[in-house]
């Protein structure tokens, strides 16, 4: 296994091109829970190009019968993120202050459910931009949700063999 670079310029070309819109290849989860993390997911793929084909625990899609949760649920994508020590993206829990393009932004509830999956898309004076589906946006500053919890994850790299 080896690790190489997160292609960050790549993801925000993908979420930019695709924000307002939805790429035939993947199926559009927004009727049926929302497309958010859907979105998300593509976007990280765009920048890393690994999937990880481990069934259950993995991240990968290759049709709307065929695919992990954590393709699509905000949950199972965090937990995919920061645990994955396998093929596929990686990341680690940051403080706002630290997150780059590229990067993910999950909202939640106070009770700790989080409900939302965001890509840092660029800056305003320090405070994040993101591009999402579900409420499709592309640059949105992040001050103009409301939430109650956030996390951010700044992504690491991509595990290959």
Known sequence: MRTIGYDREKAIVYAKMWAFRRNP?????????GDCTNFVSQCLY???????FTPVTGWFYQNVNARTASWTGVEFLYNFLI??????????????????????IQLGR???DFY?????????????LVATHSY???D????????????FLHIIG???E
């Not at 765009?46 to 990880?52: F, K, L, R, S």
């Not at 645990?83 to 997150?99: K, W």
């Not at 939302?116 to 994040?128: D, K, Y």
């Open 25 to 33: 290849d993947f199926y559009d989860f927004s009727r049926i829970g």
């Open 136 to 138: 499709d946006a592309f």
């Open 110 to 112: 106070e009770t700790g």
């Open 83 to 104: 645990q994955n020590q396998s093929e596929g993206p990686f990341a680690e829990e940051t403080a706002m202050r630290n997150l780059r393009l590229g990067d993910v």
């Open 158 to 160: 991509v595990h290959t």
């Open 140 to 151: 949105k500053p992040l001050t103009a949700y409301t939430f109650e919890r956030a996390r």
């Open 116 to 128: 939302h999956t965001c890509l840092v898309s660029g800056f305003f004076f320090g405070t994040p």
């Open 46 to 52: 765009a920048g890393g190009g690994v999937m990880n």
